[in-house]
C-alpha cells in the first residue's frame, strides 16, 4: 500500500484510453465502475478535444456484482458496436473491473462481433499510464498490422512515425515539426500512429523502411515487436534540442541510406535561433545557473542536454518517474556527476528540490507546483499536463522550432540578464527595490514574497541555535533576493560544520569563498 | 437558546409531511457520466477544517481526484490515498497492517488532524476490505487525539454528491446527544460555503433563533449534538442517507424547498421558521431587505434567460431545485430535468413546482441521453465536464454543473450570482464574433 498525494501517471487503462482517442476509428469498451468516466473530461477539458473519448463504460454497480457483470459486459460491447460502427474495438477492464475477472477479452470473442476486438491485459494494482498506452498500441499493432498487404519498393525511403497520442506533452506540434524535417531530407512519412491514425493505417505500417520512435515511453514495445516481425530498425535518438536534433538527422539519414554528405548539406541549410540566443553576451548570466530536473525519461534526457551543453547551466539534480527507463535517466545522470532521483513519490521530489536549492527547476505540473511553493522559478518541460500546456500557438520541443521554443521556456522564468545588473544596483531604491520580482514576471504589486527559502527550509537543530551578528545579517541583505535563501543557508552549514555559533560577516564571506563555483 | 416564541409543541399545529404530487419518472440504466462520491472529498476537506480523508483505493481513486480538482490547488491537502498495490491483493502484505503503517505515517505527518475518514472505493468495496474495522482498530489506538470514521465513496455504490451524503451519515451516530429536556432546536444539515453558513446565522438570529447549529461543523470537536428535539433542516438535496441516519437518532425533519434564488431561500427560511413559530413580522422584517436584493439581481438576468429552453444532465442531484429555480424564477422552458437519484420525500417542494410536460429522468444511458438533447436543441444545456465541450462544438451552449456545486450559490445573497451562471455562457455567445 502507497500512500499518495498527487500521482504522476494515471492507471494503465488510461493510457490505453490516450490511444483510442488518438486514432481516429477504434472504440474502446471499458468494463468499469460508475466515476471512472471522469478520465473523459481530461480529453475533452485539459485537451479541449472537440469529440468525447471513444469509450464505453460498461457501468457496473454494486447491486449487479451479485448478478451478472459479465452480461452487462457484453451487451456493453454489442451497443458500442452497433452505435459507433468503429473499425476496430479494443476491450479491457479498468482497476476494478480487473477484480471482478470477467474476461472482457474472452466474452467478446464469443459476440462474434463483425470487426477485430483487440483484448486487452493492463494490470492496474503494477503498471501505470504510459505502459499502458505502449502495450495497448503495441496490441492494436500486433493484431491488425500483419494483415497489411506486403511491402512495395516505393523508390524513396519511407518512414512512420510511432508514439504521439491523444493528451501527450506538445505530441501534435512535434508531430509537425518532426514530419517537416523528414519530408525536406527527402524521407516520405508514410503513417503516424497512433495520433490522427485510422485502422487501417496500422495495416500500412509494413511499408515503411523504418520507424521513428518519437516517444519511447508509448512506443518502444510497438518499435520492438515491428523490428522482431517486419525487420524495420528505429531511431533511439529524440530530437529534442538543437545537438539531438543534429544526431538525429544523421541517424534517420543513415537509416534512409543516405551517405553523411546528404544530412551534412541538410544540418548547414537549418538555422537555430538557440545556439547564437546562447552565445549572445546577454545570455552570459545563465551560466552555471544550478537547475533541477524531472519529468517523463526522454523529456527529462533531453532537456539535462539542452541544460547543460546549449544553454551553459549546471545540472545539480535530475530524476524520472518512468520507472521502465530508469537506466537511461542513470546513464544520462552519470554525464553531469548527479545521482538521478527515480521515484513517483512527490513528496520526495519535493524533498530533493528543497535540498538542492536550484535557481530553475524544469519539470512537470507537479514541479511547477513544488516549485511555487519554495518560491522558485520553474518551467514545465513535461507530463503530467494541464490546460496550459496545450498552448493555441505552434510550441514544438522537436526539431530545430522546438530548440527556439526550449530557450525561451528556460529562460522565461529567470531573471533577465541586464534586469539583474540592475536590480543590484538599484536595491536600495524604493521603487526598484530588490523584492520587486523580474518585470516581465507579472507577481501583481511587484513585492514577490521575500525570504521563500528560507521560511520553508526546516533547519537543522544545530543550525537553529547559531546566531547572525548584526553587520552579517545586514551585509546578508545586500545580496539580490534570489540567491539570498541559499547564501544563508550554505553560510548556516559552513558555520555548523566549522562549529561555529556566530556568525560575522568574516563568516559569511568565508562561506561564500568555500561554496563558489 | 433564548425562547421568544412558543415551542413547536406548543403551537398545537403538528406538523404534516408534504407529499409529491405522481409523475411519471422516466428510470435509465446505461452509461453514467458522473463522478463516483470520492469527488465529494474536494468541498468536504477544506469545509471541516481538521478533517483529513484517506482514500483507500487504487490510482485510479488518486488520478480521479486530481483531475476532478482542477488539477492541485492546494500543495498538499487534506486527503490523500492509499493505493493498493499488487502485494495486497496477492495476499503477500496484510491488508490492515498496511492501512495502519500508513495511518501511522499519516498523522506523524499531520499532527493537527483530528478527525480521519477512511474512505471506501470501488476496489476496496470489492474486495470487501473491512474499513469499518479498521476505524474502530485505529480509533481505539489513537485515543484521544484523533476520531477515526469509515464511509463508502465507491462508484459502485455512490455517485458525485453521495459522497457528502455518506460522510455526514458516518458522522451521524458519533454526534453528541442532546442534553435531557433540550429546547428545541434547529440543525442546518449539508455542507455551505462558510459565507453563506454566516449569513443564514445572521438571519436565523434576526428571527430570534439564535442557536442554529450546522453539521458538518467547521471543526471535528464542533459537531452538533442531536435528538427528538432536534430539528433538522437540509441546505443539500442529496443528504438521503443522513437524513435516516438523524432520524433514526430521533431528530424531525423540517420539508421544504432548496435554498436557492430568491423564492427558494424565502421558502426554506419561511418553513424553519413556522416551524419554531417565528411572528410573521419578525420573520418579514429578517427576510425583506436580502429577498428585495436577491429579487433585483435575479431580474438582471431574467430578461435574458426569460423563454430560454434549458436541458439539465444528471450531475449532483441539484438538478430538481435547479430546475426549479431555472423555471419559477428565471422564466425558462424546462426540457428534461436528469438526476443521478431522484428522492421524492426530500425534494417534494422543488418537484411539485415542476410543470407536468417536463421529463424527469433518474439515473442515465448517456449516448440515449444525448440523442434526445441534440433533437431537443435547447438553449442551454447543463452537463458534466466530459460532456461540455463537445456539445459545444455541436453547437449547443453549455453550462458545467459542476460550477453549480463548487460556488457558493445558496441564499439570497447568491442568487444574482447562481442567475448570473446561467446566464453567462449565453452571454458569451453574443459576444463572440469569431
Redesign the interface.
Known sequence: ???????Y???P??GAMRVATAMTDVHYVLHA??????????F???E?????PPV???????RD?GADTSELFMD?ARDAQK?FNPAAMIVGA???GE??QDDPGGLSKTLGLPVPVIPLEL????K?ENWGAAETFYQICRVIAPHGPDKQDHGVPVCNIIGPTALGFRHRDDVREIVGLLERLGITVNVVAPLDASAHDILALKQADFNVCLYPENGKIACDWLKRTFRQDYTKTVPIGVGATQDFVREVCALAGFDEAHAEAYLKEQESRLPWYSRSIDSTYLTGKRVFIFGDATHVIAAARVARFEMGYEVVGMGTYSREFARDVRDAAKTYGVEALITDDYLEVEAAVQALQPELVLGS??ER??A??LGMPCAVISSPV?VQDFPARYSPQMGFEGANVLFDTFVHPLTMGLEEHLLHMFRDDFEFNDEAGPSHLNHGGGHKKPEAETETTPASPTEDALIWAMDAEKELKKIPFFVRGKARRNTEKFAADQGLWEITMETLYEAKSHFSR | MTRLFPKPDETNTPVKPVSCRERPVLKER??????????GIMWLHRKIQDAFFLIVG???C???M???AG??IF???RF???????R??AGL?D?HD??D??VE??LARRPEIRLLFLVGS??S???KLDLGRAAERLSTRHNPGVRILNYSG????T?FTQGEDACLASLVPTLPAEPVGAPPALMVVGALADVVEDQFTRLFEQMGLGHVRFLPARLADDMPPVGPNTHYLLAQPFLTDTARALEDRGAQIIQAPFPLGAQGTHGWLKEAADTFGVPQSVFDKAVQAPMQRAQRAVALHRERLEGKSAFLFPDSQLEIPMARFLHQELGMELTEVGTPYLNKRLLTHDLNALPDHVTVSEGQDV?EQLERCRSLKPDLTVC???????LE?EGLTTKWSIELVFTPVQGFEQSGDLAELFARPLNRRTRLAV
Not at chain 1, 500500500?1 to 500521482?7: A, D, K, P
Not at chain 1, 464505453?56 to 454494486?62: E, R
Not at chain 2, 465507491?154 to 455504490?157: K, L, Q, T
Not at chain 2, 458534466?384 to 463537445?390: F, H, I, Q, R
Open positions: 500500500m502507497q500512500l499518495t498525494v498527487w500521482t501517471e494515471g492507471p487503462h488510461v465502475p460508475q466515476g471512472d468516466t471522469y478520465a473523459d473530461l481530461l475533452t477539458m485539459i479541449r478535444r472537440k469529440k468525447r464505453t463504460y460498461t457501468t457496473f454497480q454494486a456484482l456493453a452505435r479498468s482497476c476494478t477484480l471482478i494490470p492496474s494494482y503494477s501505470k505540473q507537479m507546483h513544488i511555487k511553493r494541464h | 446505461g452509461q453514467h457520466e458522473v463522478f463516483c462520491g470520492l469527488t487504487s490510482r485510479t488518486a488520478h480521479l486530481q483531475s476532478a488539477v492541485m500543495a498538499e491537502p490523500a490515498t492509499a493505493i493498493m498495490e499488487e495486497d491483493l502484505a491488508m498496511e492501512l503503517a500508513v505515517k499519516l470501488c476496489p468495496e470489492v474486495i465507491s462508484g459502485i455504490e455517485t449516448d458534466g465536464l466530459g460532456l461540455a465541450n463537445p462544438v
